[in-house]
């Protein structure tokens, strides 16, 4: 992994000691939450409480201030031709792309609000800390009955604050029973952090 991340984005080890933190947060399922929880104890401790409740009330709404940016980006891109090509599209991608047409100007200023709280959140846990461990995924991998919009939030609850925050992040997989696996997100300040490189390298 050092290397590919050497050849890619110009990452070069250090060989100096990393201080990273767990967080756990969102609808996790048990069983995945306790595999996650073992496997992020190796990459450091619990976050400082007063840093981790800030962080999990930053990324309660994060989802909705996510929706808010990126619905009306997606419909800036397919303004010209969507109306009238409704029939090529699904109908729930088709749904979306209209929501994210009546975005009103006073809904994307709310969001832009959350999205500077929760890069200042980010910002305190890095003067602290070298990178930040979270949950990547909340339940193991659907059936297509259970690819319902309810599991798209559980999902999105977990991947949306780091995406609206702008922070590069690594997922790593980690396993169950049965085949199944979960996931870990690695996040840190900078995409070119020797993080990726050395915590990584196992």
Same mark, same amino acid.
């Given at each position: 992994? +050092?290397?590919?991340?050497?050849?890619?984005?110009?990452?070069?080890?250090?060989?100096?000691?990393?201080?990273?933190?767990?967080? %756990?947060?969102? !609808?996790?399922?048990?069983?995945?939450?306790?595999?996650?929880?073992?496997? #992020? !104890?190796?990459?450091?401790?619990?976050?400082?409480?007063?840093?981790?409740?800030?962080?999990?009330?930053?990324?309660?709404?994060?989802?909705?201030?996510?929706?808010?940016?990126?619905?009306?980006?997606?419909?800036?891109?397919?303004?010209?031709?969507?109306?009238?090509?409704?029939?090529?599209?699904?109908?729930?991608?088709?749904?979306?792309?209209?929501?994210?047409?009546?975005?009103? +100007?006073?809904?994307?200023?709310? +969001? &832009?609000?959350?999205?500077?709280?929760?890069?200042?959140?980010? !910002?305190?846990?890095?003067?602290?800390?070298?990178? &930040?461990?979270?949950? #990547?995924?909340?339940?193991?991998?659907?059936?297509?009955?259970?690819?319902?919009?309810?599991?798209?939030?559980?999902?999105?609850?977990?991947?949306? %604050?780091?995406?609206?925050?702008?922070? %590069?992040?690594?997922?790593?997989?980690?396993?169950?029973?049965?085949?199944?696996?979960?996931?870990?997100?690695?996040?840190?300040?900078?995409?070119?952090? %020797?993080?990726? +490189?050395?915590?990584?390298?196992?």
């Amino acid at each position: 992994m +050092a290397a590919s991340l050497q050849a890619l984005i110009g990452v070069k080890a250090t060989g100096r000691a990393w201080r990273g933190a767990w967080l %756990p947060f969102g !609808d996790v399922d048990a069983e995945l939450a306790t595999a996650q929880e073992m496997v #992020a !104890d190796w990459f450091g401790g619990p976050l400082e409480t007063v840093l981790a409740e800030r962080l999990r009330m930053e990324f309660a709404e994060a989802p909705k201030a996510f929706g808010a940016l990126r619905g009306p980006e997606a419909w800036a891109v397919h303004a010209g031709w969507a109306e009238r090509r409704k029939d090529a599209y699904d109908p729930v991608v088709f749904a979306r792309l209209m929501a994210g047409r009546e975005v009103t +100007a006073e809904a994307r200023a709310a +969001a &832009l609000g959350v999205r500077g709280r929760l890069i200042a959140a980010f !910002d305190a846990v890095w003067e602290k800390y070298d990178f &930040l461990v979270l949950p #990547a995924t909340p339940c193991v991998a659907p059936v297509k009955v259970d690819c319902t919009q309810a599991t798209r939030d559980r999902i999105f609850e977990l991947t949306t %604050p780091v995406s609206l925050a702008g922070l %590069p992040v690594l997922t790593f997989p980690v396993m169950l029973g049965g085949g199944f696996s979960t996931g870990l997100q690695i996040v840190a300040p900078r995409v070119d952090s %020797p993080v990726f +490189a050395e915590v990584l390298d196992i």
